[in-house]
């Protein structure tokens, strides 16, 4: 059987690279952070990493991860409710509910996994789950796992929310769902709007914080503190992989019944391991840390209003972004690559993005400022874009 399946893989991986849609990775030999060396022995200014707030090589973390690493060893082999929590495990969750003034926290592997654990256990064929439609792919993942009802709204539609909410009345309860940032564009999503609606049609809402927790609002608590919703939200999800250090790990953090349900009945969580103790001790000192400064996000906010206005000086296409996320729009596939690569040849880490990762005809640069960034850092990066996109007939 394998003979005739493996022609069809060989046949479909050739016709993903003649589209123009292959993905390669190349590969870093030195720490995360604004400049690193890949295998080719070329050092280069990372402009394409979650790092947002150039907390990966933080010598604050190593040193946390350091002594939980002696003291308390590499891993737990174990589910939380068997044997797998320790006391940096709660200690943790509770740090995260501080932050975003919430009433409790529950930990995962991942925030792919907090996703797709946390409507089944939730809502049933009775209720309604409403989505916006450029919600991350593990939301979408966890709603398929889910009976309940669905709606899609358009990106931040209100209209479109209004009418799925007038609908969803015949169901018992309803969730809204929307990231706080949306990774491929740069947007936040109207929260005060959506808070209105959901109180106008009696509904519940759920945000995923991953791109926005420490980039958006003053001190970085997300959407929920940019329009003053904080502790008002049902549910928040969020993960420690991208400004809160770069580890791994995802949370999901709200109301506390909801959180207790989750322990009990969410999956990803009673089957997969406990994050390792180091990468807990490693959060409680970034959340430790970030609770007594914000310089981190000042610094990133205008990093990242610098880089925005340049390019925009320059004449690119740039989606409207209210986050470290700026979508340099080019459209096409193929030409995604090529600038990606002339990129790299004047010392430019970017990744071109193109379907399936975002929609056909809309490829793009995703360029991800971060606070660890210098202003030299910016300016060679936005004249290595002049310069390649006259090249390539991108801006004249």
Not at 242 to 264: D, H, S, V, W, Y
């Amino acid at each position: 059987m394998y003979t005739n399946f493996q022609e069809f893989l060989k046949k479909e991986l050739t016709s993903i690279e003649e589209a123009g849609l292959y993905k390669k990775e190349r590969v870093i030999v030195t720490p995360q952070q604004s400049n690193i060396k890949i295998s080719t022995g070329q050092e280069v200014l990372n402009f394409c990493a979650n790092n947002y707030l150039g907390l990966s090589n933080s010598p604050v973390l190593v040193d946390a991860a350091k002594k939980a690493l002696d003291q308390r060893g590499f891993g737990m082999s174990s589910v939380r409710f068997i044997c797998g929590t320790q006391d940096l495990h709660l200690e943790l969750e509770k740090k995260i509910a501080e932050y975003f003034g919430t009433e409790d926290t529950i930990l995962y592997a991942a925030c792919f996994d907090a996703n797709g654990g946390v409507f089944e256990p939730l809502l049933n064929e009775e209720d309604a789950i409403i989505s916006d439609s450029l919600n991350h792919a593990s939301i979408i993942d966890g709603v398929r796992l889910c009976k309940a009802q669905r709606y899609r709204y358009a990106n931040a539609d209100m209209a479109e929310l209004e009418n799925c909410l007038k609908v969803a009345q015949a169901q018992r309860f309803r969730l809204i769902v929307t990231d706080g940032v949306f990774s491929m564009d740069g947007n936040v999503a109207p929260l005060d709007k959506i808070y209105e609606l959901a109180q106008k049609y009696n509904a519940m809402i759920m945000v995923d914080e991953s791109h926005s927790a420490g980039v958006v609002g003053h001190t970085g608590r997300g959407t929920t503190e940019l329009f003053d919703l904080k502790g008002k939200v049902e549910i928040i999800t969020g993960t420690l992989g991208k400004a809160f250090g770069g580890a791994i790990g995802g949370f999901t953090t709200g109301k506390k019944e909801i959180i207790e349900m989750l322990r009990q009945r969410s999956r990803p969580y009673l089957f997969s391991n406990s994050i390792p103790p180091m990468v807990a001790a490693a959060g409680i000192a970034m959340f430790d840390m970030m609770s007594k400064t914000n310089e981190l996000q000042d610094r990133l906010h205008a990093n990242t209003e610098y880089f925005v206005s340049g390019m925009l000086a320059a004449g690119f296409d740039i989606k409207p972004t209210q986050s470290a996320i700026c979508a340099v729009m080019l459209y096409d596939a193929k030409l995604s690559q090529d600038v990606a690569a002339k990129m790299l040849e004047e010392g430019i880490y970017v990744i071109g993005f193109y379907f399936p990762v975002v929609p056909r005809e809309q490829a793009r640069i995703r360029v991800q400022i971060s606070a660890g960034h210098r202003k030299e850092d910016l300016d060679k990066c936005i004249n290595a874009f002049i310069k390649v996109g006259k090249e390539l007939r991108v801006i004249k």
